[in-house]
């Protein structure tokens, strides 16, 4: 009897590895669509100098005015930094095909901020998923 039943589990093992995901190691990022988040993180960055933290991230992401925590830190962020002036990416990760989050230093005012900008394919098009910011360096 035992025989019988790790012999049935053996079988359903093999059956299920037939028709299991195969896993590839990603390819590298094809230079169009670093192309397509370099041109999406320009157009950020060029919004947060002209409109700042708040109406920048609100009109990218409208419901970041409902975290009343957040807001307290963007609204915070305007008036003790200002707008963006200078930008320089020091760290671009890539998780797959399909993932990348980069990260920057932007002078705004007097401050160094560091910002993470997550973006995420879908289908064809890369989209912007997530934005960060931290302006107390202690935390790097």
């Keep these: 009897m035992k025989r019988m039943v790790i012999g049935a589990v053996f079988a359903i093992g093999l059956a299920a590895s037939a028709q299991a995901v195969t896993v590839v190691d990603a390819p590298q990022m094809p230079a169009l669509d670093r192309t397509a988040i370099s041109t999406q993180e320009q157009q950020f960055f060029n919004l947060l ?46 998780f797959g095909t399909r993932a990348v989050r980069d990260e920057f230093m932007v002078m705004m005012g007097s401050c160094l901020v560091k910002w993470e900008l997550t973006y995420l394919k879908a289908g064809v098009a890369w989209k912007l998923n997530n934005v960060r910011f931290e302006s107390n360096e202690t935390n790097w």
């Design 49 to 94: 100098e002209r409109e700042g933290v708040e109406k920048a991230l609100s009109q990218l992401f409208p419901s970041v005015t409902a975290n009343k925590e957040s807001l307290a830190a963007i609204r915070a962020l305007d008036a003790d930094c200002g707008t963006a002036s200078r930008v320089e990416r020091y760290k671009s990760a890539s």
